[in-house]
């Protein structure tokens, strides 16, 4: 009898070592390789991103902000509606006090900056023009371009540290602001 008790015992104790190991500890290595893989991969992806971001200047926002009066200046006799017309203008004297203001504080040492290619703009405006669309193109294509102009006023805001540069900006982005809720209202 006592045989038969060490037997059991044997196969009792044979049995827990013959236990198969858990899913999880069959790939606890893959989850580590994995997730350290992973926050690789987040950490590049966090680095591309911020190493693309352009840094905005007095000098890039003034280009930027003379492109968008170019466009203003070139296709404002064009357009039909009054309303709009009216809209156009009040841009257009805004975009030259902008412009004003912000050659007071060109920085004269600083590499000038790629003008944006805005051909596309002008190709889709003329078309536009041809079909007697500019109108209702030409209004979105400004609130877009006012978008962007009031993003990158505001970079320039929060990292500028002279208050007069910083009031010339707050009232410019105010105005503009403004100019595009009125763009967004018109109903063409």
């Known amino acids: 009898m006592e045989n038969q008790t060490n037997s059991y ?12 190991p858990s899913k999880f500890s069959q790939n606890k290595f893959l989850y580590l390789v994995g997730g350290g893989i992973g926050i690789i991969i987040l950490t590049l992806i966090g680095i591309l991103i911020l190493s693309n971001q352009k840094t905005v200047t007095t000098n890039s926002l003034l280009i930027q902000t003379e492109q968008v009066a170019k466009i203003v200046k070139k296709y404002h006799k064009d357009l039909e509606d009054n309303q709009l017309r009216s809209v156009d203008s009040n841009l257009q004297l805004s975009l030259t006090n902008y412009i004003r203001d912000l050659n007071k504080y060109k920085n004269k040492d600083e590499k000038t900056t790629e003008k944006p290619d805005d051909s596309a703009i002008y190709d889709q405006l003329d078309d536009a023009s041809l079909n007697a669309l500019l109108d209702r193109n ?26 007069d540069i910083k009031e010339i900006l707050k009232t410019n982005y105010t105005n503009i ?12």
Do not use: C, G, H, V
Request: hydrophobic share 35%; no cysteine.
């Open 9 to 20: 015992s044997t196969e009792f104790l044979n049995q827990l070592n013959n236990k198969p």
């Open 177 to 188: 602001s403004a100019i595009k809720d009125q763009f967004e209202a018109i109903k063409l």
């Open 138 to 163: 030409y209004t979105q294509i400004m609130i877009f371009e006012l978008d962007k102009l009031m993003i990158e006023t505001d970079k320039l805001y929060r990292r500028s540290k002279k208050s």
